[in-house]
T-cell receptor, first 116, second 112 residues
Framework: DAGVIQSPRHEVTEMGQEVTLRCKPI?????LFWYRQTMMRGLELLIY????????DSGMPEDRFSAKMPNASFSTLKIQPSEPRDSAVYFC??????????????FGPGTRLTVL | SQQGEEDPQALSIQEGENATMNCSYK?????LQWYRQNSGRGLVHLIL?????REKHSGRLRVTLDTSKKSSSLLITASRAADTASYFC????????????FGQGTELSVKP
């Protein structure tokens, strides 16, 4: 298995532009998570999905952020308009619930976003 | 504040020494997991310990769990320069539906 795939790996954009981050989870995993990591705030959970349905979006910082999961193999995180304070590494992770409930998560390599 | 607080925040040791990192949490858990993050990479799952277990081993890793104190420790024996990374504990709770709560991490530096 290729693991969790994220694209792009790096994104540099200007303030006010729309940014779309993409994630392909591991096939067969029920859960998909979006995290943001910065030096100041550490690793923050933004939103997660179960079977393509958003379960908890309480971590989404504001209305400029939105996430979708149109099918089991694809999710997007969109920021519109972007601001310099959105600069961070964004991780996608997926998790198989399975019979033994471990909630172990498998992380993608991350997208490093820089908003100028 | 986040459930799952690691200490120390940073640890620097020589190759061959043992490294111990601690994690405290606030509420009842289903299991506790440790993850490693190399610089510029995603987190990688290392080991999981369930709430009814007290100790678990995996290679050079030893994890303990004390549910009465709501704390866990991760011991890396005979450390190597390649162990240099950040280490995070994460807790799973019964009513959280798949969600993990991550701590702030311990930054480990192993000097050759």
């Amino acid at each position: 298995d290729a693991g969790v795939i994220q694209s792009p790996r790096h994104e540099v954009t200007e303030m006010g532009q729309e940014v779309t981050l993409r994630c392909k989870p591991i096939s067969g995993h029920d859960y998909l998570f979006w995290y943001r990591q910065t030096m100041m705030r550490g690793l923050e959970l933004l939103i997660y999905f179960n079977n393509n349905v958003p379960i908890d979006d309480s971590g989404m910082p504001e209305d400029r952020f939105s996430a979708k999961m149109p099918n089991a193999s694809f999710s997007t995180l969109k920021i519109q308009p972007s601001e310099p304070r959105d600069s961070a590494v964004y991780f996608c992770a997926s998790s198989p619930r399975g019979i033994e409930i471990t909630d172990t998560q498998y992380f993608g390599p991350g997208t490093r976003l820089t908003v100028l | 504040s986040q459930q799952g607080e690691e200490d120390p925040q940073a640890l620097s040791i020589q190759e061959g020494e043992n490294a111990t990192m601690n994690c405290s949490y606030k509420t009842s858990i289903n299991n506790l997991q440790w993850y490693r993050q190399n610089s510029g990479r995603g987190l990688v799952h290392l080991i999981l310990i369930r709430s009814n277990e007290r100790e678990k081993h995996s290679g050079r890793l030893r994890v303990t769990l004390d549910t009465s104190k709501k704390s866990s420790s991760l011991l890396i024996t005979a450390s190597r320069a390649a162990d240099t990374a950040s280490y995070f504990c994460a807790t799973s709770r019964y009513n959280q539906g798949g969600k993990l709560i991550f701590g702030q991490g311990t930054e480990l530096s192993v000097k050759p």
